[in-house]
């Protein structure tokens, strides 16, 4: 039909836009290159007066921002589209301790080069406008460094293998997929609302933990076999009460308190109904 785009599968590079069409017929075809979209830093902000340097435009200022090259390598060119910042080049680089703190005007952050693979304390935390965090190489992320973001509907942080204390204190995603997570420390899910904890390699889960994660539902950490500080460590879902929910859980956790069950998983079972699966 007249004014149909036709897009070509993944392997192919051209669009074709119908502009005039009869039946079984077309008058006029247009074949149109199809451009990715450009890879490199994206951030998003509330307009582009509010972005946190003097100007969006100068790379200069972007690369003084985030203390480049000290914390990585430099970014070598900037794109401003409306209120949307792209920087390219950079790379192995670590957000500073409390770089975006508490800044309402940044909206979503997607890092789609892959530059980004530390972050650091508070980086992120009190962002509570961020829809959108995207940092697939982000390695480690430091204490409180995604606290308290209450906006937050799309993240990948599919390679993080170290979440500090607090780090995800206050996340509301209904599903908190972490698959490369090893190590979480004490309190990183404190009073979070999520209904379900993926998190299928992580061996140490740090005191407190899950402390107040009352929407709590389906906790998954099969491989965990250090729980809180030790296996006496009653903490690790203080104040998870009168939930439903499962546990899926090192069958270490079964004997290691002398020889019965781990203090925090007495608890969890007190507390409520609860299912817990040895694996």
Wanted: glycine content about 8%; proline content about 4%.
């Amino acid at each position: 039909p007249e004014g149909i785009l036709i897009v070509g599968n993944d392997e192919e590079d051209k669009a074709f836009y119908i502009t005039n069409a009869c039946e079984n017929c077309v008058n006029h075809l247009f074949v149109l290159d199809r451009a990715d979209p450009p890879i490199g830093l994206r951030m998003l902000f509330r307009g582009i007066g509010d972005t946190p340097v003097a100007d969006p435009t100068s790379v200069s200022d972007w690369n003084t921002f985030f203390d480049l090259p000290n914390n990585g390598l430099v970014f070598t060119s900037v794109l401003v589209t409306g209120s949307q910042v792209t920087l390219f080049g950079g790379g192995s680089m670590i957000i500073s301790n409390g770089l975006f703190a508490s800044n309402t005007n940044l909206i979503e952050i997607e890092d789609h080069a892959g530059v980004v693979i530390e972050g650091g304390t508070n980086s992120f935390t009190e962002c509570t406008n961020l829809t959108r965090l995207m940092f697939p190489e982000m390695l480690v992320a430091g204490e409180l460094c995604f606290g308290n973001l209450s906006s937050v509907s799309f993240y990948d942080l599919s390679k993080l293998t170290i979440a500090g204390g607090w780090c995800f204190e206050n996340w509301t995603t209904p599903i908190l997929q972490l698959y490369s997570l090893i190590t979480a420390g004490d309190r990183c899910f404190r009073t979070s609302t999520c209904i379900r904890y993926l998190m299928p390699v992580a061996t140490t889960i740090g005191e407190q933990a899950f402390n107040g994660c009352l929407s709590a539902a389906y906790i998954e950490i099969p491989l965990c076999v250090n729980l809180g500080t030790t296996p006496t460590d009653a903490t690790v879902f203080t104040a998870i009460v009168g939930q439903t929910i499962s546990l899926y859980i090192a069958a270490v956790n079964a004997t290691n308190n002398a020889g019965a069950e781990h203090a925090s998983i007495v608890d969890l079972i007190a507390m409520n109904s609860a299912t817990i699966n040895y694996i």
